[in-house]
């Protein structure tokens, strides 16, 4: 599947990582993890952290998937509100995620601080809209519920948000516990530190194209007929999984972002901070370390590439008139954009662990707008899984509650 088109920025700002290095002997390692975008990355590093021996494979350039298109904000709120989430997977779940979502930005914030990776990540406020009057009535049920469970958010009404953000708007929620980074120069930045640190192997342009569970193990055949025996397999292959998966999980959709021209600071918005609505699909903006203005939405179910990339072009005005309604006084000019495709579950909440039966076959699948997030929360799932430490998220996360959600 082509995962995105048009020109994600992040590939144009950054110096490409330009590595090839396709397997060409038969490999033996501890843990085969296929995919280096976010979510390999993150896993890699997290076992690499605990002395696990691994590999990660990818069929593309390294961390040229989704993690390459992806807008990179980073916000402890789920695509479904806590007060939802509650009726779909009970208030302990629902909570434990919220929760275990929050703590993941810091982890993230830690990653970085202690291999000295520096992908722009930046503490930025979020403020979440109202976007009608249902919006409104969500707003004040989600305070109450997200306040009762001591999770940061304060009410903002219309005249708060006026004063504080410009924004003319019925109400929104705010917190200050977000951030937003670069996704490339973060799944790269991670890849390249542990190579040279602790002798991670990594492997592009490499696609595992079949697998084999062995009673020790599994058996990865890649597309040049080249074996890889492990111990354990780990599948952070993004919205591509569904080749590893016994049955379909998520729901794809189509998304589509734009970049401005850099502006002056000065024209920038209060705090900077992430923005996005109560609609569905839901608008969101942020700012870039240069300056610039990035929004995206407008999200639709995927069918195919084609279809997809036609609606680029509608999409773009669609999303210029839905900044300018935000703030008119702003002016944005489109420098770049690019569509990719992403996924969605029932209940909000990513696929992680062990397919039922499947021992030593773990899934990092981080679906959902905040997938940057889960991968953090998944890695660390992993990792405990494999050094044998009970993780109480598993439950909340793994594939056990896939038929009742
Ligand atoms: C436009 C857009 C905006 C987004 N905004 C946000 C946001 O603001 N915040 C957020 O948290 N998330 C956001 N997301 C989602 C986020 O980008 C994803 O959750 C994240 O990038 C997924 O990372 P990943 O490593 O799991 O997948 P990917 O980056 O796609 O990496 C998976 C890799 O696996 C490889 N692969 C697949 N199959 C095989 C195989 N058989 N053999 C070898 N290699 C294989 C692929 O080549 C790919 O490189 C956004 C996504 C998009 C498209």
């Given at each position: 599947m082509?995962?995105?088109?048009?020109?994600?920025?992040?590939?144009?700002k950054n110096p490409l990582f330009n590595f090839h290095n396709p397997l060409k002997e038969p490999l033996t390692v501890d843990v085969a993890i296929i995919g280096s975008g976010i979510t390999g990355a993150l896993v890699a590093h997290e076992?690499?952290?605990?002395g696990i021996p691994c590999a990660v494979f990818d069929k593309r350039t390294v961390a040229t998937g989704s993690t390459a298109a992806s807008t990179a904000q980073l916000q402890y709120e789920i695509d479904v509100p806590l007060s939802d989430m509650i009726g779909k997977v009970g208030e302990e779940n629902a909570v434990c995620a919220y929760q275990a979502s929050l703590q993941s930005i810091t982890d993230l914030e830690q990653v970085f601080e202690s291999t000295a990776v520096r992908p722009n990540f930046r503490r930025v406020s979020s403020v979440l809209l109202a976007s009608n009057r249902h919006g409104f009535r969500?707003?004040?049920?989600?305070?109450?519920?997200?306040?009762?469970?001591?999770?940061?958010?304060s009410f903002l009404d219309a005249d708060a948000l006026f004063a504080t953000h410009r924004i003319a708007a019925p109400a929104a929620l705010k917190n200050k516990a977000a951030a937003q980074m670069d996704g490339y120069l973060a799944a790269t930045g991670l890849l390249k530190y542990h190579m040279k640190k602790s002798d991670l192997k990594l492997f592009s342009h490499t696609e595992i194209s079949s697998y084999q569970e062995k009673r020790a193990g599994y058996e990865l055949l890649t597309s040049d007929g080249i074996l890889i025996r492990c111990k354990h397999v780990v599948i952070a292959a993004g919205f591509?999984?569904?080749?590893?998966?016994?049955?379909?999980?998520m729901r794809l959709e189509s998304t589509y972002a734009l970049i401005s021209q850099p502006v002056d600071p000065a024209e920038l918005w209060p705090e900077r901070s992430l923005i996005w609505e109560t609609a569905t699909p839901y608008f969101y903006m942020r700012t870039t370390s240069d300056n610039r203005m990035m929004i995206g939405g407008e999200d639709v179910p995927f069918r195919n590439p084609e279809a997809r990339d036609r609606l680029l072009r509608w999409k773009i005005k669609r999303l210029e008139r839905k900044f300018n309604k935000v703030y008119p006084d702003i002016p944005f000019v489109v420098d770049m954009a690019w569509c990719g495709t992403f996924s969605s579950t029932r209940d909000g909440l990513p696929f992680i662990g062990l397919w039922p039966g499947r021992k030593r076959m773990h899934f990092a699948l981080g679906y959902g707008g905040n997938g940057i997030t889960f991968s953090m929360i998944a890695a660390q799932l992993i990792k405990n899984k494999l050094?044998?430490?009970k993780d109480e998220r598993e439950k909340v996360f793994g594939f056990s509650r896939m038929d009742s959600v």
């Open positions: 082509d995962l995105h088109s048009g020109l994600p920025y992040w590939l144009i076992l690499c952290a605990a969500l707003l004040e049920r989600e305070y109450e519920v997200r306040k009762r469970h001591g999770l940061p958010v591509e999984a569904g080749q590893f998966l016994p049955k379909q999980v050094l044998g430490v």
